[in-house]
């Protein structure tokens, strides 16, 4: 059983920077992806960005390539995520979650989440 516990979440400023913390705790998770999401007020959750354990390899959605960064320290079992020039959509509860069986077709990753963490609150203000 994993279990990922999420921090860091905050209120900025647009514009601003933040950056979240998931440290996953538990089980063999060297085939996993971690990924993060993210639900904004009246929305449904949306994939943010992932990364392979063992590789490093990332994926992000458009909507924050460029602006956000994922990246793992192997040493501290954490995933984080570097959230740059933030913008007030960017609000929103965020989620870390981990995949056991990162399943790609054509390249593009299909991210099935195993486990989640209770997520942590993003607020940017204009």
């Known amino acids: 059983q994993v279990r990922l516990v999420e921090s860091g979440g905050g209120q900025v400023q647009a514009g601003g920077s933040l950056r979240l913390s998931c440290v996953v705790v538990g089980g063999t998770f060297s085939r996993y992806a971690i990924g993060w999401f993210r639900q904004g007020p009246g929305k449904e959750r949306e994939f943010v960005a992932a990364?392979?354990?063992?590789?490093?390899?990332?994926e992000y959605a458009d909507s924050v390539r460029g602006r956000f960064t994922i990246s793992r320290d192997h040493a501290k079992n954490t995933v984080y995520l570097q959230m740059n020039s933030l913008k007030p959509e960017d609000t929103a509860v965020y989620h870390c979650?981990?995949?056991?069986?990162?399943?790609?077709?054509?390249?593009?990753?299909?991210?099935?989440?195993?486990?989640w963490g209770q997520g942590t609150q993003v607020t940017i203000s204009s």
């Open positions: 990364i392979r354990w063992s590789t490093g390899s990332t």
């Open positions: 979650a981990a995949d056991g069986d990162p399943t790609y077709y054509s390249g593009t990753y299909y991210p099935q989440m195993d486990f």
